[in-house]
């Protein structure tokens, strides 16, 4: 599947076609250039240089890539995916600035806005000039944003908007946030430009995890839009959660690449660190961890190339998708900390990766849908029943 990674056990790597395995190696070289050289600092210092990535990454094509038209790259699921993973190779704050502008804030728009609002925002967030938000989250509802607090309603054409959004990746640097809001007519969206009077953010610092990303708190004090920001085609919440369905299929194959280099970085650290006189690589204990994660890895990636075509074909449903962020974000933590073991005291140094990307996977387990929110959804396909309520 990548091409040089022993973990390819069962070469995966022969079921891409060309372009897919072009457009991973095309990403991967960029993040070898772009980001592996700086993301320890970048982690360290809680800071990430968003607009200067966006503007590299929009170059390529990578921002919007499976969507079409507005300057947009119209690539397949699959090769998206792929873009997804090796971005997580580098590390999962990079890979969420592409997710949450590609697969959430202009998915929302190119999906359910009007043409004008597709004219206006597409082509420069596409071209990374442009950065996009998703607020959906709220400081006191989270897995339940069916009882989201922020309210918009009518003022003549106007809209005004109140409340607050939480825990909202891009919001520090965005240029446009859409916001998901309660009105008489159910949950609606809107375009909302972050210079709008009454907009305003608090960059969220003291993140233990995905440090290299912006992570910001919205607040909405009598905002005043014209008609035009509604998303007109986005009624309930259905929309939202198509967004996110968009995103997590993402995600399956992002958790992979945070893996891998975990993977790689301890195949290599196992060889070439010597205890009782032989590399760590020739215990048997060792051996049977490499095999166990390997083994995991790969049934990963078989998940994430199965749900891919089946999102090419246009049958992948959220359900299915469920299946794959839950298992592939729990099994590429669970790699994480076990590399963690076999590189001892230099498995916690941000010398090496594996500590940043473990902790990062740590919030990549929580947004998106929890682990037990996607349980309770495979669980409701499975019985017939909704434990939510
Ligand atoms: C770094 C980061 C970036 C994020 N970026 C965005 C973003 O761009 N946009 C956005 O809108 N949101 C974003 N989020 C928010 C994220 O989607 C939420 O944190 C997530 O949905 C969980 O909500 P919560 O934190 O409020 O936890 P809660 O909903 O309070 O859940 C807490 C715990 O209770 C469990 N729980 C909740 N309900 C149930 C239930 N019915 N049954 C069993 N267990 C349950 C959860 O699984 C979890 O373990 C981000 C979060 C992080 C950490």
């Known amino acids: 599947m990548s091409p040089a990674s022993p973990f390819d056990l069962l070469d995966l790597g022969a079921l891409l076609d060309e372009e897919e395995r072009q457009v991973q190696a095309v990403v991967r070289r960029l993040v070898a250039d772009r980001v592996r050289p700086h993301v320890a600092e970048w982690y360290e210092q809680g800071h990430v240089p968003v607009r200067e990535l966006a503007r590299e990454f929009g170059a390529l094509g990578l921002l919007g890539m499976h969507l079409t038209g507005?300057?947009?790259?119209?690539?397949?699921?699959?090769?998206?995916?792929?873009?997804?993973?090796?971005?997580?190779?580098?590390?999962?704050?990079?890979?969420?600035?592409?997710?949450?502008?590609?697969?959430?804030?202009?998915?929302?728009?190119?999906?359910?806005?009007?043409?004008?609002?597709?004219?206006?925002?597409?082509?420069?967030?596409?071209?990374?000039?442009?950065?996009?938000?998703?607020?959906?989250?709220?400081?006191?509802?989270?897995?339940?944003?069916?009882?989201?607090?922020?309210?918009?309603?009518?003022?003549?054409?106007?809209?005004?908007?109140?409340?607050?959004k939480m825990w909202i990746t891009n919001a520090p640097v965005a240029d446009v946030a859409v916001i998901w809001a309660r009105t008489d007519e159910g949950v609606r969206g809107f375009a909302v430009p972050m210079e709008t009077p009454g907009v305003s953010v608090r960059e969220i610092r003291r993140k233990m995890s995905l440090r290299a990303s912006a992570t910001g708190e919205i607040s909405l004090d009598e905002v005043r839009l014209p008609a035009d920001a509604l998303l007109p085609d986005a009624a309930g919440l259905k929309a939202p959660l198509s967004c996110l369905t968009e995103a997590r299929h993402g995600i399956v194959w992002g958790a992979l690449g945070a893996a891998r280099d975990c993977l790689e970085t301890t195949l290599a650290y196992a060889t070439s660190r010597t205890q009782f006189g032989r590399p760590l690589a020739g215990f048997q204990l060792t051996q049977a961890k490499l095999a166990d994660m390997a083994v995991e890895w790969q049934k990963g990636l078989l998940l994430a190339l199965h749900l891919?075509?089946?999102?090419?074909?246009?049958?992948?449903?959220?359900?299915?998708?469920?299946?794959?962020?839950?298992?592939?974000?729990?099994?590429?933590?669970?790699?994480?900390?076990?590399?963690?073991?076999?590189?001892?005291?230099?498995?916690?140094?941000?010398?090496y990766p594996v500590m940043r990307h473990a902790n990062n996977l740590e919030s990549v387990l929580t947004y998106e849908g929890t682990s037990e929110i996607h349980q309770l959804v495979i669980g409701q396909r499975l019985t017939g029943l909704s434990a939510f309520a």
């Not at 420069?124 to 959906?136: K, T, V």
Request: proline letters at 4%; one cysteine or more; aromatic letters at 6%.
């Open 308 to 351: 891919g075509r089946l999102a090419d074909a246009g049958k992948l449903r959220p359900e299915q998708v469920s299946v794959g962020k839950l298992n592939n974000v729990r099994e590429a933590l669970a790699i994480a900390r076990q590399c963690r073991t076999i590189l001892g005291a230099n498995g916690v140094s941000g010398e």
């Open 70 to 164: 507005y300057g947009c790259a119209g690539s397949s699921a699959v090769a998206y995916g792929l873009a997804c993973l090796e971005l997580e190779a580098g590390d999962s704050g990079v890979r969420s600035l592409v997710s949450v502008q590609g697969s959430l804030a202009m998915y929302a728009i190119w999906r359910y806005g009007s043409e004008e609002q597709k004219r206006r925002w597409l082509p420069p967030m596409a071209a990374g000039e442009a950065i996009g938000c998703f607020g959906l989250t709220e400081p006191d509802h989270g897995s339940d944003p069916a009882s989201m607090a922020t309210r918009a309603r009518r003022d003549g054409g106007d809209w005004v908007l109140h409340g607050g």
